[in-house]
C-alpha cells in the first residue's frame, strides 16, 4: 500500500497521506515524498488538497520520542530536522495554494502543515494539539510553522497544556479557516475548488504571492507592492483568456 496516494484531477492535484491503521502517522521519508510532491505540483496543477486517508488527518510523526543510539552533535540534530523544515518550507514557498481537509485527528506535524497550507478546512469532530513535550521534543519544529499564523497566548496554550482543541478553538488560533459539519465536509470541499478555479491561472498564483509576502512588509511598502502587481497581472494577456 502506497504511503501517499496522488489523484490528478484536472488542475488540482489530490494528494492523501494514506497510512489510516496509525492516524497518518509519517515517517521521514513519507515527510520527504510529500515535499518532492507539493515542490512539483506548479508543473501541473493550479491548486494542491491535502487530505488524510480513514478517519485522521495525521497524528504527528511516527517513532516520535525515540532516541539514536549515539546522541548527535547539535548540527547533526540540525541537519536531522531538515527533513520536516523543508516540508513547511515547501508548503510556504510553492507558488499555487493548498487546501488542507481535516476530518479528525491533527496532531504534532499534522499540526502542524494544516497550519502551514494556505487554506484549512475543519470538520466538526476534527481536533488540534502540540503534544511534543509530552514526548520530551522541544516544539520549535510545529512552533515555525505557528509563527506568522497563531498568536502568541494561543502558540503558548497548545504547547505548554498539550491539550486537544476543539475546530472552533483552532479557527480563533488562526491553523483552520473554517469549520464546517463533518457530512458537509467534501462537498464544502468541492465548492472551494469550484470558487477558486473561476480565476485565472495567473491571479491564483499571484494572490498566493502577496498573501505570502505582503503581511510581512512595512505598510507603505506593502501598498505599493499590491498596487504595482495589480497593474502587472491585470494587464496579462492570460487574464482575459477563459479557463479551458
Known amino acids: 500500500m502506497p504511503d501517499i496516494l496522488t489523484k490528478q484531477d484536472g488542475p488540482v492535484l489530490h494528494i492523501t497521506i494514506n497510512q489510516p491503521e496509525r492516524g497518518n502517522a509519517v515517517t521521514d521519508d513519507m515527510v520527504r ?3 518532492r510532491l507539493i515542490a512539483e505540483a506548479p508543473k501541473t496543477s493550479d491548486i494542491v488538497v491535502l487530505r488524510g486517508a480513514g478517519k485522521d488527518f495525521c497524528v504527528g510523526r511516527a517513532g516520535m520520542g525515540a532516541r539514536p543510539e549515539v546522541e548527535p552533535t547539535a548540527f547533526a540534530r540540525r541537519n536531522f ?3 520536516v523544515f523543508d516540508a513547511y518550507g515547501a508548503m510556504r514557498n510553492c507558488p499555487i495554494p493548498i487546501v488542507a481537509v481535516v476530518q479528525g485527528g491533527a496532531h504534532g506535524f499534522g499540526c502542524a502543515i494544516a497550519a502551514a ?6 470538520s466538526d469532530k476534527a481536533s488540534f494539539s502540540v503534544p511534543e513535550m509530552a514526548h520530551q521534543i522541544m516544539p520549535t519544529m ?19 497544556s498539550m491539550f486537544e482543541v ?18 458537509q465536509l467534501e ?31 512595512p505598510v ?24 479551458g
Not at 146 to 158: G, H, N, Q, S, W
Not at 189 to 194: C, E, G, N, Y
Open 220 to 243: 507603505a511598502g506593502a501598498i505599493e507592492y499590491a498596487r504595482n502587481l495589480h497593474a502587472t497581472i491585470n494587464s496579462a494577456a492570460e487574464i482575459r483568456k477563459p479557463r
Open 117 to 122: 497550507c494556505d487554506i484549512t478546512l475543519a
Open 81 to 83: 530536522s531538515d527533513v
Open 142 to 160: 510545529v512552533m515555525s510553522s505557528f509563527v506568522d499564523r497563531v498568536p502568541r497566548k494561543a502558540m503558548a496554550y497548545l504547547v505548554y
Open 187 to 217: 462537498a464544502t470541499v468541492s465548492k472551494l475548488i469550484a470558487a477558486m478555479l473561476k480565476a485565472p491561472t495567473i491571479s491564483i498564483r499571484a494572490a498566493k504571492e502577496y498573501i505570502r509576502t505582503g503581511p510581512d512588509m
Open 166 to 183: 476543539s475546530p472552533e478553538r483552532a479557527l480563533s488560533y488562526g491553523i483552520v479557516s473554517d469549520v464546517v459539519p463533518s457530512a
Open 33 to 35: 515524498e510529500l515535499s
